[in-house]
């Protein structure tokens, strides 16, 4: 099948009690790795792109790969989705470039504002068969040029949802309930820690997702900064060369309980970089003769696989939902 939207996807996981992942995209190995790991579980998968991955890759380059993947999967669902458009002009460009879904993150700006721009992206995407996703509330941390200040962060006020979504006709909608970007999602003085040392979170806010649902039924919810840090990546990376002291994310089992609920998409980016990162270092911390990218990329594209997989099967349940 050709690539799709978001909306039979989001229709099935919401009433079927899962979430499909969003799996940011920058080279060939990350597209293959999470293709590959939907295709093997038959799962709906989103690839998505950023500003940066496109200045990174360029839009034609991550067309193909994106297609090729398609080709290598023809029975998988997969939509192609712009992550943070920060204006009209960028998701324009994406949807005439062959995005299928495309976000307009106005959520730093004033309501009135956001509503105003997101339901101008609205109106040129839904003439073109794109759908929309857009945000209400901030969240804290850094995401390539989305950076924002601890301290500068609000939850998504309830309230204002209704509104939001009439007035917008957005398809989706993303929320601040206390995931944050990046792989350093909370400072050490927020969190407890647990009997091993480790950094444990503050509980994701499911009381504002439960009163977001009760106002908006049957409505797709989208968590974004939903990487959980995989401890064992994170001391894989110290123990070869690096240096990422108290990198923490967000409890997979908070995930799986929201991905339940009417939460229907959930952004991983940071772990996939960890998850390439850490296998990198080992290799070649490992073999240090080796100099041939095929030597080192290739267990890195297989813990993208790994890891993918494992998020399909114990935190989204997209697997077997083709
Ligand atoms: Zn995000």
Redesign the pocket.
Known sequence: MPLVTTTEMFKKAYDGGYAVGAFNVNNMEIVQGITEAAGELRSPVILQVSKGARAYANHNYLMKMVEAAVLENPEIPIALHL??GDSFELCKSCIDGGFTSVMIDMSSKPFEENIAITRQVVEYAHAHGVVVEAELGT?EGV?DEVVVEAGQASYTRPEEVEEFVTRTGCDSLAIAIGTS?GAYKFRPEQCTRNEKGILVPPPLRFDVLEEVSKRLPGFPIVL??SSSVPQEFVAMVNEYGGNMPDAIGIPEEQLRKAATLSVCKI?IDSDIRLAMTAHVRKHLAENPSHFDPRQYLKPARQAVKDMVAHKMVHVLGSNDKI
């Open positions: 992550d943070h969240l995401e970007h974004h900064g952004n």
